[in-house]
């Protein structure tokens, strides 16, 4: 082997392991796990209405300010009178009535003592993509979560969801959210930025 093959059989096997290892960081790279789970940590506070920990997964500019604010934004569900046994029992008012004399069923309130709320599965988050900043919106990632829904006596429905995770104060936060029509794909466009 002369001594032109041999160094260019170094420079190319150099050249071989240099491309190796950027591919290997390549692949290596990508968001990182406490992103989706600072995804799912605020969607599954915020589905059993949670908002002292969803409020604080999220950006000061999402809070409105200041965690006070979001939460007071997302009152608390009051809780139904008890009655007692020596109570008197409250005036009712006449309810109101159509033009044809029927009255309309009552509305579900969300009160701990009223009617059952939905159950929520499991939330999943995956397909993080880097989101560049769009408006008052920050560059971060946009990640996608999935959960279903079931209201008592209907079927279970899906609801996708794509929100815009920053970093703040050395965390991950949720900045923007917006629901997934049926059949759209674009995380990117659901959050006003490009598809």
Known sequence: MTRTAALAAVVLLAAGCAADDQDATATDEGPPSALYEAARTYQEAAARGDWRTAC???TVRRQGGSL?????????PAPAPEGTADSSPS???EPPRYAD????APRETRTSGGPARA???PVSATDAQPAPASGEHPAGYAVL???T???PGTPASTTRRALRLVQEHGAWR???LADLHPGETSLLSALGGRP
């Open 68 to 76: 006070a604010r979001c939460l007071d934004s997302h009152p608390a």
């Open 145 to 147: 979560v999935t959960y």
């Open 119 to 121: 159950s929520t599965g």
């Open 174 to 176: 949720v900045d923007q």
């Open 56 to 58: 604080a997964a999220t």
């Open 149 to 151: 829904v079931t209201w």
């Open 91 to 93: 005036p009712t008012a």
């Open 101 to 104: 004399g029927s009255t309309p």
